[in-house]
């Protein structure tokens, strides 16, 4: 028998990327990929000058189709494998990330009429400019009796569905009316494979208030938010979800024909990127933390059952595994929060010193910041350059770094925002173990679990945890393959569920994190004064970095 494969599709917010995975042993056998052309579009409109306020962040949907009908073809093409061989596909997005739609699936921003109108394109998850319309949003749902608010951590972030949603009503009811759906990434792009209309539950759990027992909100609450909203559900959403793991369709014809594929691929339903990557990372089962390391950090934990942390972005039943309460935590800004740093604030002798070393910015760094001690280095940093998703879900917050002189070299900062960055996630860790959800065990995927070891190490002396990394560099990609072999199913040489592909597909590295007992005593007397600043600046008692970031804004 010839091996099967399947293909996970990953859309993330720079580039998109497909890898191929052989079913039987989880054995990636080669990946392609490809960069958005427009990226995330946050000054301009792409070939206009129109140009775009503070917090937006929008991307082309075009440039998810380029990317779709390249990298599957290519990867086929360069492992030389039979076409016929592969089963499943599945697809995993950013998310937030929306777009509005007409009924036959075209983006209005495709359409010459509305093109023009930053509305008209799809919201990034990391697009910031609806807080007013999320703070209207929580405010009128938190004087609801028994509203969906804790389900969300007390607050809805300005990154999910509904806010976004409010701000086009309110800036731009033109394309409010003339969208027939407001979409999630993920799912136009099964719309495209397989012709077929789905909305996945995960991301409708998670970014669009809906739950499994209930559905969405009732109507009434949409016209508390807006008589404008009447009937939004019914009118814009639908409310039909699909369930995570199931098939989504077959491709259709013409794709299946552009793909250089057969019509007999099962597509799953899509899921969100992180959500995907715990069963790869062999995570099945409670007390284990998933961490998504990249441009921002989203933790992801398993339960039995419902309970309620305070700043989560949500727990959702069935969200991340079937029969489980899967929940979610996350960091607005990590890697996003070095690369900041290397592009603006590292002098060009530190350039030329890691050219002649034939080593990069990152990595000539690190060799440098792992030369100091705990506490060494006399700085403190507050993590909040892109805002502060939990538990403070306050997108107004912004960065600080305390402690600096004119001894102060680049190193020592670049130290400090690792740091600060490992202190927010234990502020996260220790949210979850108030509410009663213990976390014995730590697992890391993504860019910085693979690339940087000093990150890694401080992040275990920080939370005082062992890190088990995945053997995968493409963990999330691998989890969409992981749901593409189950909408397969075993009857086509796949899985009849995510359990058993984890089981037969999932790997982890034999190198794990072991936190020092003595640095860690240092990081845990570090950590209490975080935490004062945290409370300090992120709870209302100085609202200082609000003041200026709205001046700024005014100017």
Not at 60 to 74: A, G, K
Request: charge should be negative.
């Amino acid at each position: 028998m010839p091996p099967k494969y399947a293909i996970g599709i990953d859309f993330g917010t720079e580039s998109g990327r497909a890898l191929l995975v052989d079913v039987t042993s989880g054995r990636e056998i080669g990946s392609s990929v490809m960069q958005y052309k427009d990226g995330v579009i946050d000054e301009r409109l792409p070939n206009t000058n129109i140009k775009l306020e503070p917090d937006w962040a929008l991307q082309n949907p075009n440039d998810w189709l380029e990317v779709l009908f390249y990298v599957i073809p290519n990867v086929i093409k360069e492992n030389n494998i039979n076409p016929d061989d592969v089963i499943g596909i599945g697809v995993d997005f950013t998310s937030c990330t929306i777009l509005p739609i007409k009924k036959n699936g075209t983006p209005l921003c495709n359409i010459d009429k509305f093109k023009n109108n930053p509305h008209s394109w799809p919201k990034l998850w990391k697009h910031h400019a609806a807080q007013s319309e999320a703070n209207k949003l929580n405010k009128i749902a938190s004087e609801i009796p028994n509203s969906f608010l804790p389900r969300y951590g007390g607050k809805i972030s300005s990154e999910w569905l509904v806010p976004k949603v409010m701000q086009i009503l309110d800036e731009s009811p033109e394309i409010y009316e003339n969208t027939d759906l407001f979409i999630e990434g993920g799912d136009w792009i099964v719309l495209q494979l397989t012709g077929n209309f789905t909305r996945n539950s995960c991301a409708a759990g998670y970014k669009a208030l809906w739950d499994k027992k209930t559905g969405f909100p009732d109507n009434n609450f949409f016209k508390l938010l807006d008589s404008r909203l009447d009937n939004f559900v019914e009118k814009k959403l639908t409310n039909k979800v699909n369930s995570i793991g199931e098939r989504a369709g077959f491709l259709k014809k013409e794709v299946a024909l552009k793909l250089g594929l057969s019509e007999k691929v099962a597509v799953a339903v899509a899921n969100v990127d992180a959500h995907v990557a715990v069963p790869a990372m062999t995570v099945v089962e409670p007390a284990k933390m998933v961490m998504i390391m990249g441009t921002s950090i989203c933790h992801m934990v398993l339960g039995n059952e419902m309970k309620i942390v305070e700043g989560m972005c949500g727990v959702v039943e069935d969200g991340i595994l079937p029969g489980l309460f899967g929940y979610e935590a996350g960091q607005s800004a990590v890697g996003d929060i070095f690369a900041w740093f290397v592009d603006n604030c590292v002098p060009y002798s530190y350039y030329s010193e890691a050219r002649d070393k034939n080593i990069d910015i990152h990595s000539f760094l690190e060799n440098k910041a792992n030369k100091y001690a705990p506490g060494e280095i006399g700085l403190l940093a507050l993590d909040w350059l892109n805002g502060n998703r939990s538990i403070l879900v306050d997108v107004d917050l912004t960065g600080m770094i305390l402690g600096l002189s004119l001894s102060t070299k680049p190193e020592e900062i670049y130290r400090a925002l690792i740091e600060s960055t490992a202190f927010g996630t234990n502020i996260i860790i220790q949210a979850f173990e108030k509410a009663g959800i213990e976390i014995k065990e730590l697992y890391a995927c993504g860019g910085l679990a693979e690339k940087n070891k000093l990150l890694m190490q401080i992040y275990s002396d920080v939370t005082g945890r062992e890190i088990k990394v995945s053997a995968s560099n493409q963990t999330v990609a691998l989890g969409s393959a992981m749901w593409g072999a189950v909408a397969a199913g075993k009857e086509n040489g796949g899985y009849d569920s995510i359990f058993e592909a984890a089981n037969k597909m999932a790997k982890l590295k034999d190198e794990t994190f072991k936190p020092d007992s003595k640095n860690h005593k240092t990081y845990s007397v570090l950590f209490r004064e975080y935490e004062k600043l945290y409370n300090y600046f992120g709870k209302g008692e100085n609202n200082v970095m609000k003041i200026i970031k709205q001046m700024r804004v005014l100017k």
